[in-house]
């Protein structure tokens, strides 16, 4: 049982956005995995873009492994996915629950 427990168990957190925003005060990199057009009509404060669809051929360029890494999208799911990603390259990773959504809604600065 030990071994598929550990097989499907989740290798990242998720906190909510207030948590995320004191984490990226705190020097954590936020990156938002929403594409182009999504960032550029508004995204939280600090963030920077690295769409989803390009993360695989990116990554190693823009991210360090040693560096807590945040990572937001709209809603939640695209993060999550990008998040099973990296997690899985060895880089450590935190999903921010409710995306860009719920940072709108806690009053958080958005560019």
Known sequence: MGFFS???KKKYESVSVEAARELQ???AVLIDVRETSEF???HAVGARSLPLSN?????ERELAKERDILVIC???AR???ACNYL???GYKVTNVSGGTAAWR???LPIS
Request: hydrophobic share 25%; aromatic share 8%.
């Open 40 to 42: 550029r009509s508004g």
């Open 6 to 8: 550990n097989l499907f």
């Open 74 to 76: 709209q809603s939640g």
């Open 105 to 107: 809604r806690a009053g």
């Open 79 to 81: 993060s999550a996915q």
């Open 55 to 59: 993360l695989s051929s990116r990554y």
């Open 87 to 89: 997690s899985g390259m």
């Open 25 to 27: 005060r705190s020097g």
